[in-house]
T-cell receptor, first 119, second 113 residues
Framework: GAVVSQHPSWVICKSGTSVKIECRSL??????MFWYRQFPKQSLMLMAT?????????EQGVEKDKFLINHASLTLSTLTVTSAHPEDSSFYIC???????????????FGPGTRLTVL | GESVGLHLPTLSVQEGDNSIINCAYS??????FIWYKQESGKGPQFIID?????DKRQGQRVTVLLNKTVKHLSLQIAATQPGDSAVYFC????????????FGTGTQLKVEL
């Protein structure tokens, strides 16, 4: 199947700093990518939809100024956690569908996740 | 970021037994459902999917059952193996939803030797 990578796999940062997480589709182009956050022992919660060439769409309750998303190319989306605080510590996962159709469901491939710890 | 006191439901089975993991979904407009397996510290891994025009689908050692009347989904794993130990999530999507997935709460499967 298609492969989605994330970098870094884990990061530790000080409170108040910003952290950038990359999501890449390695062998296919993705006009859309999704960013999820997962706290321990909980499910994946969709944060935002990253759209190549346009602004990201954020889910209700997600601060767009805090979680900056840039879909720089058809194979790369980045999530920047700005002014990170300990409560932002979580497992961040991206996914990408293999086709850009909005009319039918297209198989999604998930990245391996990025563990963010804010001290 | 951790919510104190929350625990995933846990299903413990003996190696070789069959496992049944259940999921309730809420959106009656959902017409596509997927089961994912997530091992500790990793991203979700696709197991099997089913569309709403079906009520059963079989894969290798896994079967998914869909009951649209009560909005219920189940995953059956035959001859459960230690490597099946993981957290299992159901996810739902709907046509025209832009490929967005809504995940269920998850079930921790523990396989005992």
């Amino acid at each position: 199947g298609a492969v989605v990578s994330q970098h870094p796999s884990w990061v530790i940062c000080k409170s108040g700093t910003s952290v950038k997480i990359e999501c890449r589709s390695l062998d296919f182009q993705a006009t859309t990518m999704f960013w999820y956050r997962q706290f321990p022992k909980q499910s994946l919660m969709l944060m935002a939809t990253s759209n190549e060439g346009s602004k990201a769409t954020y889910e209700q309750g997600v601060e767009k100024d805090k979680f900056l998303i840039n879909h720089a190319s058809l194979t790369l989306s980045t999530l920047t956690v700005t002014s990170a605080h300990p409560e932002d510590s979580s497992f961040y996962i991206c996914s990408a569908p293999t086709s850009g159709s909005r009319l039918t469901y297209n198989e999604q491939f998930f990245g391996p996740g990025t563990r963010l710890t804010v001290l | 970021g951790e919510s104190v006191g929350l625990h995933l439901p846990t299903l413990s089975v003996q190696e070789g037994d069959n496992s049944i993991i259940n999921c309730a979904y809420s959106n009656s407009a959902s017409d596509y459902f997927i089961w994912y397996k997530q091992e500790s510290g990793k991203g979700p891994q696709f197991i099997i999917d089913i569309r709403s025009n079906m009520d059963k689908r079989q894969g290798q050692r896994v079967t998914v059952l869909l009951n649209k009347t009560v909005k219920h989904l189940s995953l059956q794993i035959a001859a459960t193996q230690p490597g099946d130990s993981a957290v299992y999530f159901c996810a739902e999507s709907f046509t025209g939803g832009g490929n967005k997935l809504t995940f269920g709460t998850g079930t921790q499967l523990k396989v005992e030797l």
